[in-house]
């Protein structure tokens, strides 16, 4: 018994497969998710320029938290997304074992990229956080909870949305 391929077949198909790799990857990232104790705004930070971060300014707003390194082909891919947000939203990014201040700059260069980056090159910042995958993204609600954790590639709208959800 043969099946005629016909338009909404293929499209049930599809919607099909593509809501099993939703449902997928989000038992994925929930196994991968981080069990995160410290929190972000107790650090005192400096970017790669030297300038301090003041994690004080974004009281009472929405914080994504990215960690991600240079080595990291996913982390690169997601690059212009996470870029694409820091011009909404207030992002932290955290290069982890990336190398020094002046080829995280390089990189950022290189890549027409614009939001802020610490430098955890020893990956000190990474393991007080428990972040063993990478990229990985947390999301801090406007009270400064953390709401949302997302290992792996992340779309723009998808972070859009769960920013939305928190709110």
């Known amino acids: 018994m043969s ?12 919607l099909w497969v593509l809501f099993m790799f939703f449902v997928m990857s989000l038992v994925v990232n929930y196994i991968r998710k981080p069990d995160i104790q410290a929190t972000i705004y107790d ?7 030297g ?16 960690f991600w390194a240079t080595w990291c082909p996913t982390c690169r891919l997601e690059a212009s997304n996470i870029d694409t947000l820091s011009k909404k939203y ?3 990014s955290i290069a982890v074992t990336s190398g020094s201040d002046e080829k995280l700059k390089t990189f950022m260069k290189e890549n027409k990229l614009a939001y802020t980056v610490v430098n955890d090159a020893q990956g000190v910042l990474s393991r007080k956080f428990g972040i063993q995958a990478f990229p990985t993204t947390l ?14 590639y992340s779309t723009t709208l998808g972070l859009e949305a769960r920013i939305t959800l928190i709110n």
């Open 3 to 14: 099946k005629k391929w016909s338009i909404k077949w293929i499209t049930k198909e599809t």
């Open 43 to 49: 650090l005192e930070l400096s970017d790669i320029s």
């Open 51 to 66: 300038k301090k971060v003041d994690l004080k300014s974004y009281d009472g707003k929405p914080l994504i938290v990215h």
């Open 90 to 92: 207030n992002l932290l």
């Open 139 to 152: 999301i801090y609600n406007k009270n400064g909870e953390l709401k949302f954790t997302e290992v792996g």
